[in-house]
């Protein structure tokens, strides 16, 4: 998405250098300010920077489309910027602008978060300077130039190094935090996986807890069942119907905890059945009535 967008960036920068260059043009023929033939003027301050600037263009979305390895790819529109600032400055040799116009691809850098882009970026920038100044001095008439591009020379490689470094310790504070951030994201991850084996093995204990105290329980039952129809006592048959419900009742207890169980993995099915009342209610006295009556409560 950063790349696309730089990009547009680029697209939308070579338009204003036109516009600029065209714009500049009339300024200085209604001053009668250029000096040149008109020709050597188009050739040198309009061709040039349109021509060049939109080879740095092609030359960009053509690698954008053929480099695989992403860091370069990242790397390739904050080059076209630089390229194009770089242009227009060697053109025009204005080191006012040079000083601002260099620290906003350098700040770009940070986006990407990478150091290799920021060196190359940093570096092309210096290049561009003092190629500038050289260029200037080269072409000036008499010291005014020279005592005029020195000093600008100066600030500008100083301005662009400060950027560069502010640059560089923005981006190693934005890499530490990625750092933190994948490493809590890694703990949250083994938290998560911790939590889920944990779980499982409460759902298989209960799960085996739950079939393993059933047998004794219809163990328990069974021999009740046994005593309910050979007793002839009529205490002992009471005493044998309330271990029946108590036990039944211990059951359901049981197979609730099962459906815990399933209600985790998923599997649980409410299933619509008919149930007696009045068997329910005689359940729920024989399991709570005894109880009562020992602390001396009342139970209706």
């Not at 050597?40 to 061709?47: H, T, V």
């Not at 053929?66 to 860091?71: S, W, Y």
């Not at 060697?90 to 080191?95: D, L, Q, R, T």
């Not at 009471?238 to 207890?253: E, K, P, Q, V």
Request: glycine share 4%.
């Amino acid at each position: 998405r950063w790349r696309k967008t730089f990009l547009w960036v680029g697209l939308i920068l070579f338009f204003v250098i036109l516009f600029l260059e065209i714009g500049i043009f009339f300024v200085l023929k209604t001053e009668n300010l250029i000096q040149q033939p008109l020709p050597i003027y188009f050739r040198d301050y309009l061709l040039r920077p349109v021509v060049l600037n939109l080879f740095v263009l092609t030359v960009g979305n053509l690698g954008m489309k053929l480099i695989k390895k992403e860091q370069i790819k990242n790397a390739i529109p904050v080059l076209i910027i630089t390229v194009m600032f770089g242009i227009s400055s060697y053109i025009h040799s204005v080191f006012q602008v040079v000083m601002v116009v260099f620290c906003i691809p350098i700040f770009i850098t940070i986006i990407f978060k990478s150091r290799a882009i920021l060196t190359v970026i940093t570096v092309l920038s210096e290049g561009f300077i003092l190629g500038t100044a050289l260029m200037s001095t080269y072409e000036g008439q008499g010291i005014s130039q020279t005592t005029y591009f020195l000093p600008s020379t100066i600030l500008s490689v100083i301005m662009v190094l400060v950027c560069g470094s502010l640059a560089n310790i923005c981006i190693k504070i934005l890499n530490k935090q990625d750092e933190e951030l994948l490493h809590a994201m890694f703990e949250a991850k083994a938290a998560e996986e911790r939590a889920e084996e944990a779980s499982k093995s409460k759902s298989t204990f209960l799960s085996n807890m739950s079939h393993e105290i059933r047998t004794p329980i219809n163990a328990v039952l069974g021999l009740d069942e046994m005593i309910i129809r050979e007793s002839t006592e009529k205490n002992i048959k009471n005493y044998a119907l309330d271990i029946r419900s108590s036990g039944r009742a211990l059951l359901s207890l049981i197979n609730d905890i099962l459906d815990f169980s399933k209600i985790e993995s998923g599997k649980m099915e409410i299933l619509p059945v008919e149930y007696d009342l009045s068997s329910v209610v005689n359940d729920l006295v024989n399991m709570i009535a005894n109880k009562a009556y020992e602390k001396g409560l009342s139970f209706q």
